[in-house]
Protein backbone atom coordinates (compact mmCIF):
# COMPACT_ATOMS: atom_id res chain seq x y z
CA UNK A 1 0.00 0.00 0.00
CA UNK A 2 1.26 3.49 -1.07
CA UNK A 3 0.14 6.65 0.37
CA UNK A 4 0.67 9.92 -1.28
CA UNK A 5 0.12 12.24 1.47
CA UNK A 6 -0.51 13.54 5.11
CA UNK A 7 -3.69 13.76 4.09
CA UNK A 8 -4.10 10.52 2.31
CA UNK A 9 -2.71 8.71 5.88
CA UNK A 10 -5.29 10.84 7.98
CA UNK A 11 -8.51 9.82 5.45
CA UNK A 12 -7.27 6.23 5.77
CA UNK A 13 -6.93 6.17 9.45
CA UNK A 14 -10.47 7.66 9.82
CA UNK A 15 -12.14 5.24 7.63
CA UNK A 16 -9.72 2.58 9.54
CA UNK A 17 -11.38 3.87 12.78
CA UNK A 18 -14.51 3.89 11.07
CA UNK A 19 -14.25 0.18 10.85
CA UNK A 20 -13.01 -0.55 14.11
CA UNK A 21 -16.07 1.32 16.18
CA UNK A 22 -18.75 -0.45 13.79
CA UNK A 23 -16.98 -4.23 15.02
CA UNK A 24 -16.37 -2.92 19.00
CA UNK A 25 -19.73 -2.09 18.90
CA UNK A 26 -20.66 -5.51 18.60
CA UNK A 27 -17.50 -6.72 20.59
CA UNK A 28 -18.66 -4.44 23.57
CA UNK A 29 -22.36 -5.80 23.96
CA UNK A 30 -20.59 -9.35 24.07
CA UNK A 31 -17.99 -8.13 26.93
CA UNK A 32 -20.83 -6.61 28.64
CA UNK A 33 -22.11 -9.44 28.08
CA UNK A 34 -19.99 -12.23 28.90
CA UNK A 35 -18.24 -10.22 32.43
CA UNK A 36 -19.27 -11.43 35.73
CA UNK A 37 -17.74 -8.58 36.96
CA UNK A 38 -20.95 -5.99 37.61
CA UNK A 39 -18.58 -2.98 37.39
CA UNK A 40 -16.86 -3.95 34.41
CA UNK A 41 -19.93 -5.23 32.82
CA UNK A 42 -21.73 -1.89 33.40
CA UNK A 43 -18.00 -0.37 32.47
CA UNK A 44 -18.62 -1.76 29.23
CA UNK A 45 -22.10 -1.03 28.42
CA UNK A 46 -21.43 2.45 29.08
CA UNK A 47 -18.30 2.44 26.68
CA UNK A 48 -20.55 0.50 23.87
CA UNK A 49 -23.06 3.96 24.19
CA UNK A 50 -20.73 5.97 24.02
CA UNK A 51 -19.13 4.04 21.02
CA UNK A 52 -22.32 4.93 19.10
CA UNK A 53 -21.35 9.08 19.49
CA UNK A 54 -17.92 8.14 18.77
CA UNK A 55 -19.14 6.73 15.41
CA UNK A 56 -21.40 9.50 14.75
CA UNK A 57 -18.59 12.06 15.42
CA UNK A 58 -16.57 10.13 12.80
CA UNK A 59 -19.55 10.52 10.24
CA UNK A 60 -19.70 14.34 11.22
CA UNK A 61 -16.05 14.37 10.21
CA UNK A 62 -16.55 12.71 6.52
CA UNK A 63 -19.33 15.15 6.24
CA UNK A 64 -16.89 18.01 6.86
CA UNK A 65 -13.80 16.74 4.89
CA UNK A 66 -16.09 15.97 2.11
CA UNK A 67 -14.79 12.31 1.94
CA UNK A 68 -16.98 9.27 1.69
CA UNK A 69 -17.66 7.29 5.00
CA UNK A 70 -16.52 4.16 3.83
CA UNK A 71 -14.99 1.93 6.28
CA UNK A 72 -11.70 0.58 5.50
CA UNK A 73 -10.80 -2.96 6.75
CA UNK A 74 -8.49 -3.27 10.14
CA UNK A 75 -6.45 -6.52 10.50
CA UNK A 76 -5.51 -5.02 13.90
CA UNK A 77 -8.92 -5.53 15.49
CA UNK A 78 -9.76 -8.26 13.51
CA UNK A 79 -7.36 -10.08 15.26
CA UNK A 80 -7.96 -8.79 18.95
CA UNK A 81 -11.83 -9.89 18.28
CA UNK A 82 -10.63 -13.06 16.89
CA UNK A 83 -8.26 -13.83 19.71
CA UNK A 84 -11.08 -13.06 22.12
CA UNK A 85 -13.75 -15.49 20.61
CA UNK A 86 -11.08 -18.31 20.35
CA UNK A 87 -10.27 -17.98 24.59
CA UNK A 88 -13.53 -16.93 25.87
CA UNK A 89 -15.52 -20.11 23.49
CA UNK A 90 -13.41 -22.34 25.95
CA UNK A 91 -13.24 -20.73 29.45
CA UNK A 92 -15.80 -18.90 31.78
CA UNK A 93 -15.63 -17.41 35.48
CA UNK A 94 -13.11 -15.68 36.90
CA UNK A 95 -10.89 -16.31 34.05
CA UNK A 96 -12.57 -14.91 31.29
CA UNK A 97 -13.55 -11.97 33.29
CA UNK A 98 -10.16 -11.38 33.91
CA UNK A 99 -9.45 -12.00 30.38
CA UNK A 100 -11.98 -9.70 29.01
CA UNK A 101 -10.46 -6.67 30.94
CA UNK A 102 -6.87 -7.42 29.47
CA UNK A 103 -8.95 -6.97 26.28
CA UNK A 104 -10.84 -4.12 26.97
CA UNK A 105 -7.10 -2.34 27.62
CA UNK A 106 -5.55 -3.78 24.43
CA UNK A 107 -8.68 -2.28 22.76
CA UNK A 108 -8.52 0.97 24.38
CA UNK A 109 -4.27 1.44 23.93
CA UNK A 110 -4.93 0.75 20.43
CA UNK A 111 -7.40 3.34 20.11
CA UNK A 112 -6.20 5.69 21.64
CA UNK A 113 -2.80 5.66 19.81
CA UNK A 114 -5.19 5.80 16.27
CA UNK A 115 -7.10 8.72 17.77
CA UNK A 116 -3.78 10.61 19.07
CA UNK A 117 -2.25 10.78 15.91
CA UNK A 118 -5.08 11.51 13.94
CA UNK A 119 -6.36 14.39 16.28
CA UNK A 120 -2.46 15.58 15.85
CA UNK A 121 -2.32 15.18 11.76
CA UNK A 122 -6.17 16.65 11.83
CA UNK A 123 -4.40 20.24 13.48
CA UNK A 124 -1.50 20.11 11.41
CA UNK A 125 -3.55 19.81 8.40
CA UNK A 126 -5.93 22.43 9.32
CA UNK A 127 -9.24 20.43 10.25
CA UNK A 128 -10.12 22.12 13.20
CA UNK A 129 -13.59 20.67 13.71
CA UNK A 130 -11.97 17.09 12.88
CA UNK A 131 -9.01 17.81 15.58
CA UNK A 132 -11.91 19.04 18.35
CA UNK A 133 -13.98 15.83 17.88
CA UNK A 134 -11.16 13.42 17.80
CA UNK A 135 -10.09 15.22 20.86
CA UNK A 136 -13.44 14.46 22.63
CA UNK A 137 -13.55 10.96 21.49
CA UNK A 138 -9.58 10.21 22.56
CA UNK A 139 -10.51 11.77 26.07
CA UNK A 140 -13.21 9.38 26.45
CA UNK A 141 -10.98 6.56 24.97
CA UNK A 142 -8.51 7.44 27.87
CA UNK A 143 -11.15 7.17 30.38
CA UNK A 144 -12.84 3.71 29.38
CA UNK A 145 -9.18 3.06 29.83
CA UNK A 146 -8.80 4.20 33.61
CA UNK A 147 -11.69 2.57 34.16
CA UNK A 148 -10.95 -1.15 32.76
CA UNK A 149 -7.19 -0.58 34.31
CA UNK A 150 -8.82 0.44 37.57
CA UNK A 151 -11.06 -2.64 38.03
CA UNK A 152 -8.24 -5.13 36.61
CA UNK A 153 -6.00 -4.16 39.41
CA UNK A 154 -8.77 -4.45 41.84
CA UNK A 155 -9.44 -7.62 40.54
CA UNK A 156 -5.56 -9.19 40.85
CA UNK A 157 -5.62 -7.14 45.00
CA UNK A 158 -8.35 -9.33 45.49
CA UNK A 159 -7.21 -12.34 44.05
CA UNK A 160 -3.89 -11.99 45.92
CA UNK A 161 -5.09 -11.83 49.12
CA UNK A 162 -8.03 -14.38 48.93
CA UNK A 163 -5.19 -17.13 47.80
FE1 LIG B 1 -14.01 3.88 20.62
Redesign the pocket.
Known amino acids: MTTDSTEQLLVDGLQELYY??EQ?LDALETLAEQTEDEQTSQAFSE?RE??KG?IHRLERIFEDMGVDSEPREEPVIDALIQEHEAFSSENDGEVLDRYNMATGQKTEHY?IAAYGNLTSMAEKLGYDEAADLLEQ?LR??EE?LEEVTESSEQFDRQKISSD
Open positions: AELHETQETEEA
